[in-house]
Structures are given as C-alpha cells and as structure tokens.
C-alpha cells in the first residue's frame, strides 16, 4: 500500500483502529502544491451560498401555505434546523479537519461500510442539488429572455451554463471564494432597497393570512421549500482541509453565516408580504422579481432577475466544491480509488470530482424541478440522521477527546438537540411520493453495492487505494 509522505498509514486500507485514543487521525492533504487556504470571510460566502444565496426560491412556501405560515417557518425553522446542524458541524469539523467532512465522522464512529454510504448519500443528495441550480437561473433568465423559456434553447442554456460554472470552479477554491463575496454583495443588495422601498407600503394584517379559502395547503411543497432553503450547512466540512485554521475559523464562520442567511431569508419575506396582495397561486419559485415592479419599477424587477442569476452561480459553485472535495476526501480515505484525489496541475483543484459531479448534475438537470427538491431532500435525510446517530454516538464513545470547539451541552441535551431535527427529517421522509422512494431505494442499494466492490477491487488489487493519515497536533 502506498503512504502519501511525511504522513503515517493505518494499520488497515479500510478502516482505522478503533481503540481509547482520544485524540484521533483524520485525513487531509494540507501540504500540497498551494499554500493558499481560504480565510474566514471567503469562508463565511462559501456557507452561505451551500445554504442559502438570498431569499430565492423561498416564494413557493407563500404559494403552499400563505403569508402566516411562511414567516412562521423562516422564523422558527433556523431554531429547530439550521442552528443545531452548524453547531454539530463547528464540533465535528474541528475536531476532524480533514477533508471528507461527515464521511470522515461516520467512519469514525461506526466503521468504513456507514462511512461509504454516509459519502453515497451526501454526494448524490449534493449532486442532485446542483443540478437544480442552472434550471433555476435559466428560469429567470427566461423572464427577461423568453426564448429560454422551453424547448432546445433551455436545453443548451442549460449544458452551457453549467459546463463554464464548472470550469470556473475548476479555477480554484479561492477565486470560487472571493467570488462569493462579491456575487452576495451584488445579489442581496436589490432586496435591502425593496425592503426600506417597501416600508410606506407594509399593511401589518397581511402578515396573518392563512391563505386564500378554497386553496388546500401544500404540506409536501411547504416543508420541501424550508428544507432545501436551509439546509447542507454540513456540506463545507468536505473542505476543513482547504480551511486555513479551521480550529478556530469555522465556528465564527458558521455563526457568521447563520445569522446572515436568516436575515437574508425574513426580512425580504415580511417585507413583501407585507406590501402587497396577490393570488395565492402567483407565489411561485421568481416571484419576489414581479413584486420587486409592484413595489418599485420595472428597474428593481431587471436587478433582482440579474441577482437570481448571479446568487445560482454562487450556490452551484460553492456546492460543486463541496461534492468535489468529498470525492477527494473518500480518496484520501480509502473508499475511493486514489486517482479520485488527483489534482491539477495548475489551480491544484480535485479535477476529478469536478467532472465527476458535473457529469451526473447534467445527467438529472432536466428532471421536475419539485423532483429535484424532492429527491435532494430524501437522501439528504438519510444522511443527516446518520450524522447526527455518528455526533451522538462519538460524544458517548470519545468524551475526553480534544474538541477545539464543543457544543456546551451535556450528551442528554444532545440527544434532545439532535431529536427535534430528526423528527423533522422522518416528516419529510413520510410525506415523500413513491418516485422519490424508489429513486432513493436505488440510490441507497447502488451506493451498498459501490461499498462491496471497492472491497472486493482492493483484494483482488485491481484498483490503486492510498489511505492518507495524520495524526493531530494536541
């Protein structure tokens, strides 16, 4: 078996020994060509636009359930969700700052098999997400473009677009970074100027509005639409080893991020539905742009149909590293052959992933737009709740090991933390079409048979594995 140098492998290629050391191994490969590492607030973006990227995309939670529940869940939903989730990745990514992220903390805790599908679930959960990104810029494109709206031109708006974002995520990390900061800037600064534009306009009682009588309530579109707005915040946890001090970076960037993303969300949403009164049915995924001309003009409408685009471009780019540098992680772990941690040449980006995951966003980008969501949102599930299973688990197993930032909650409170979530993630589950059942069924027996091959691979040394190993500095 090959070693990366300076570095010290385990004793087997698949998994590490799992004895009372408190302080574990975790993989990275830190010392590589680049010596550049993205800083805190490059860091900051990059969680945001995993997340969120500005309040596009929330308009269908209007259109499901009125203007009352809508604010309701963007208010209540970061409490039960989104802080709990960035608090266990601060913990984990810490205390494991490799990349690979959650792969590295399920095989941590459970062993190499729920590592495996831990990185099956996330990467085509991740891969599917992207896929929905150009689908949604092309679909505010087409709102200034008609001819995008169908046919042969959204097609190839959409392969295009998506082949020149993945080059430019080819280009590195930190160019993908700084550019986050600037499309932000650039994409949210339309909906601060509605916002205070919208303040003479703001009737209090619209906020109570259960929604138009005789329209049922879409449960299924109205969790899906708080899901997908507000989760993967774990997803950055595939860089740690791309994070220049990640000990102390990542917990302020995370709680940067969280409140950052929450307001990004609620004031534009009061704002809006504050202002204006619109058939129920009008709250589609692009609205905000139409009441961006009611409020304002036709001008504020063409900024935040420009913004769209540029916020898409921002959640692809910062999802596609996330994917890419789990596949590089995986490689670095074993599970993976070692060409998938391969780098290039001249932006030291993991190539291979790159293409990887941008051959199977193209290969689902002209799904359902709801499917995509859906199917997103299911594997996402599975893989949460094993994240929060291994967090739990390697509090109870390793409750000395060194922690640069720990969640300061006895394991009884964790336990509670973790349930609320979960409880939320076995509604959506539940409340999932048969479509997306047998989609993920697959998926998941696909991901069970992509574990026994590799093993089967790594006997008959048919396949190259290196596992990367380095021990923590106390």
Known sequence: METVEGRRPSPSPVSPPHNSAQELPTTTRSTTISSKKLTLIPLIFLIYFEVAGGPYGEEPAVQAAGPLFAILGFLIFPFIWSIPEALITAELSTTFPGNGGFVIWADRAFGPFWGSLMGTWKFLSGVINIAAFPALCIDYLKRIFPIFSSGLPRYLAILVSTLLLSFLNYTGLNIVGYAAVVLAIVSLLPFILMSLIAIPQIRPHRWISLGQKGVKKDWNLFFNTLFWNLNFWDNVSTMAGEVDNPQK????????????????????????????????????????????????????????????????????????????????????????????????????????????????????????????????????????????????????????????????????????????????????????????????????VAGILWYFLMRFCKSKGWLKFTRVVVEEVS
């Open 249 to 444: 970076t990542f917990p302020l960037a995370l709680l940067c991020a969280v409140i950052f993303t929450c307001l990004g969300y609620i004031i534009p949403l009061i704002a809006v539905t504050g202002a204006i009164s619109v058939d129920q049915s009008e709250w589609e995924a692009g609205f905000m742009a139409e009441a961006a001309d009611m409020i304002s003009g036709k001008w504020l409408k063409f900024w935040i149909e420009i913004g769209a685009i540029l916020s898409t471009i921002g959640l692809f780019e910062a999802q596609l590293s996330s994917s890419a540098y789990q596949l590089l992680g995986m490689a670095d772990l074993a599970f993976l052959p070692k060409f998938f941690a391969f780098r290039s040449k001249w932006f030291n980006t993991p190539w291979v992933g790159i293409l990887l995951s941008t051959v199977v966003a193209l290969g689902v980008s002209y799904m359902d737009y709801t499917d995509i969501i859906s199917s997103a949102n299911f594997l996402y599930s599975l893989g949460m709740l094993l994240e929060f299973a291994s967090f739990l688990w390697l509090r109870r197993k390793f409750p000395t090991m060194k922690r640069p930032y720990r969640v300061p909650l006895r394991l009884p409170a964790l336990v509670l933390m973790c349930l609320i979530p979960a409880g939320f993630l076995v509604v959506i589950m539940a409340i999932a079409t048969k479509i997306v059942y047998l989609m993920s069924g697959l998926m998941t």
